[in-house]
């Protein structure tokens, strides 16, 4: 993909956070779109449209969808669904469904391109916003433009490098380098912490997508601080080791998301539960940045710590070899009891 695409995607993203309308073109269609989260009536006012776009997963958790559109879900498009942005909020922030449980009746009509509504749904979860959206046909020009292939080659690891790297003693090893990575066009950047000196052997290595509150506040809520700091003492006493830390937080649907996640978690909803009600996949992490890494690094094989089979096969997708498989097992509190419960029950932790 050219720059140009690639620029393009990356301001349409930017333009969704701000509230401004996007067009994005598939190969089926063109779609004019407005984020409801970052909307504001006078925006919609302007953009003169009724009708709500809405992810598959929560279109699934309203009850829009059959079973078999069920089982694979895409993006649903619901005819006059809003009469501004108050009322669309509350048919795509799911924080207000017990506050206003009862929504519609609906109509669903067809989405005018699944390949741009597609995009859209990925556009949302880039911008740390609910998959959900003011949509209508495209009509007159763009301010913002951009195509749906532009949007999935943005997210292409291939496009990520090495930025900086340099010496950076910390707690676990005093002999640890950071790596920095980037895209030319994502603001996050992605790091490596090596520890060690290379001898040979594949490394111990450990994924770690990025967790503000369990890294660095301590949260009691999940495991992901203790995993973070067992990992780095484990890859010291080893030969060596490589900690991949990935801006990916809350599972890829970003921090705010995340705290939704959890305020729905206090409604007694599960972790899982909580991503899909949200308009969510359950996982949406994209491991191929992490094999990208480990290229760009020259390790082609590694010993990877993680109670998470699907991690091994999504490295080894990547052409990543695990040589081994490192449990990592930390104790429970009565805070995250029920969240590794929910991994092991769930998703295929083996805990």
Not at 137 to 158: K, M
Not at 268 to 279: H, Q
Request: proline share 6%.
């Amino acid at each position: 993909m050219s720059h140009v695409g690639a620029r393009r995607a990356a301001r349409a993203i930017d333009a969704l956070r701000r509230g401004w309308p996007v067009r994005v073109t598939g190969s089926d269609g063109a779609l004019d779109l407005l984020a409801i989260e970052s909307a504001s009536d006078a925006a919609l006012a302007d953009f003169a449209s009724a009708d709500v776009l809405l992810s598959g997963e929560r279109a699934v958790t309203l009850k829009l969808t059959n079973q078999r559109a069920a089982a694979a879900p895409g993006p649903v498009r619901l005819a006059g669904a809003a009469t501004g942005v108050a009322a669309g909020l509350m048919i795509a922030d799911p924080a207000l469904d017990l506050a206003h449980p009862w929504k519609g009746p609906f109509r669903t009509v067809a989405t005018g391109g699944e390949a741009a509504a597609g995009a859209a749904m990925l556009m949302a979860r880039h911008a740390g916003l609910l998959p959900a959206f003011f949509v209508r046909e495209a009509a007159g020009d763009a301010e913002t433009p951009c195509d749906a292939s532009e949007v999935d080659a943005l997210l292409d690891p291939a496009r990520l490098h090495i930025a900086a790297r340099a010496r950076l003693p910390v707690e676990a090893s005093e002999s640890a380098e950071i790596v920095a990575f980037r895209t030319p066009e994502e603001a996050s950047d992605h790091v490596a912490l090596v520890i060690g000196k290379r001898d040979g052997n594949p490394p111990v290595v450990r994924l770690h997508s990025e967790c503000l509150t369990g890294d660095v506040l301590g949260s009691l809520k999940c495991d992901c601080g203790p995993q973070l700091h067992a990992a780095l003492h484990a890859m010291a006493d080893a030969p060596w080791g490589v900690l991949l830390y990935l801006r990916q937080e809350g599972r890829g649907i970003g921090l705010v998301n995340k705290l939704r996640a959890y305020a729905l978690q206090d409604q007694g909803y599960d972790t899982v539960d909580a991503n899909l009600r949200l308009g969510f996949p359950v996982e949406a992490r994209d491991f191929a940045i992490a094999g990208r890494m480990l290229e760009l690094l020259n390790i082609p094989r590694i010993r990877l710590m993680t109670n998470n089979p699907e991690k091994v096969a999504r490295l080894e997708r990547e052409g990543i070899e695990v040589v081994e498989r490192l449990p990592l097992a930390l104790p429970t509190n009565k805070y995250n009891e029920q969240y590794l419960a929910t991994k092991r029950d769930r998703t295929g932790h083996q805990l």
